[in-house]
């Protein structure tokens, strides 16, 4: 029986000591040559993310960058280390963001902030929002919204009203449109009491804006409507072809147009390619194009050509050369 007594004793003995020497670490880190950066005294520590780590301390976290400078003291309760910035937050405090810009922390900090491209990060402070342009410099909050920046431009909102910045914030389109469409192949459209126009990326009024579609250009020419007639305009806003048509669409590269129930082919020029005197004109496919003239179906080529006349009572579009078409044989 005494025997058993002192085994246990032993062993109970042995496991209080083991627990008095329970060991400790203190965390850093070392570069390639074996030169300590970070000191090894945080109790821990992340992996760097965009040039900055988040350490930890007595409970509490900051930032240290890659020189091993502590950027953010260890007084926050929680830090998330994303990209292109950091949260910080405290409890009962609502989270504050830290801008990265080419491996700088910025000191002020936001209400919230999104990426708008890889270079530029849109920032919100006192509920409008600014952005910190290319070389880390501040473009001041002001607008109600910032649309994504799409080849150095974006949409801005301010007091219910459209607009478009640069890179840099020079409002190059000022917010005063109902709506903004982003440039694109250098030029914007705008509308206003549902009236069209557009501005060039110098943001020169090409087009006034008094047009009731919202059209685009296209190999320099866009189709534009005023008064429920058609016609276009080439980039510099000029009317090549008049307003005048009861409706046109694009046809492959040349204009289908309409004049009462009739339709015809024009080019960019206005030049007449098909007789406006077809009741229909089908898409073009492999270069032609089904036709309809007094009930019966054939084919017009890109230059107006018909080749085959309209005799058929239907046909199809082509495919591999060949198209169908379809006569009534017998009664």
């Known amino acids: 029986m005494k ?13 209080g000591f083991a627990q008095s ?5 203190k965390f850093g880190f ?11 005294k945080y109790d821990g520590i992340n992996a760097f993310e965009s040039g900055f780590a988040v350490v930890q301390l007595k409970g509490k976290s900051g ?17 998330l280390n994303k990209q292109n910035w950091i949260i910080v937050s405290n409890k009962n405090a609502k989270a504050q963001y830290l801008i990265k810009s080419s491996d700088v922390l910025l000191t002020k900090k936001y209400d919230e902030a999104k990426t708008l491209s890889p270079e530029i990060t849109a920032v919100k402070l006192n509920s409008k929002w600014g952005f910190i342009d290319v070389v880390g410099e501040e473009i001041t909050p002001k607008y109600d919204e910032i649309i994504d920046f799409a080849d150095r431009f974006a949409v801005v909102k301010l007091n219910g009203k459209f607009g478009i910045v640069d890179q840099i914030g020079k409002e190059v389109v000022p917010p005063i449109y109902d709506q903004v ?3 694109k ?6 509308e206003s009491n549902n009236k069209f126009g557009v501005i060039s990326e110098e943001g020169k009024i090409v087009v006034p804006v008094k047009y009731d ?3 685009y250009f296209k190999d320099n020419v866009s189709i534009v409507k005023q008064e429920n007639k058609y016609g276009i305009l080439d980039n510099d806003g000029k009317e090549i072809v008049p307003i005048q048509y009861d409706f046109m669409v694009l046809n492959d590269d040349l204009f289908q147009v309409k004049s009462g129930e009739k339709y015809g082919l024009i080019d960019k020029t206005g030049k007449e390619i098909a007789s406006v005197k077809y009741d229909l004109i089908e898409s073009f496919k492999d270069g032609i194009a ?15 050509k018909e080749i085959v006349t309209p005799k058929y009572e239907k046909a199809d579009d082509f495919k591999d050369g060949l198209g169908v078409v379809r006569m009534q044989v017998g009664k």
Do not use: H, W
């Open 3 to 15: 025997r058993i007594i002192v085994l246990v004793l032993m062993l109970i003995v042995k496991t």
């Open 21 to 25: 020497k329970e060991k400790s670490f």
């Open 30 to 40: 070392v570069d390639q040559t074996g030169k300590e950066i970070v000191p090894c």
């Open 63 to 79: 930032v240290v960058d890659k020189t091993g400078k502590e950027v953010i003291r260890c007084i926050y309760d929680e830090i």
């Open 181 to 183: 469409q982003n440039f």
């Open 185 to 190: 192949d250098g030029f914007a459209v705008v």
């Open 213 to 215: 579609m919202n059209f």
């Open 290 to 304: 089904v036709v309809k003239l007094d009930g019966k179906y054939g084919f017009v080529d890109k230059e107006g």
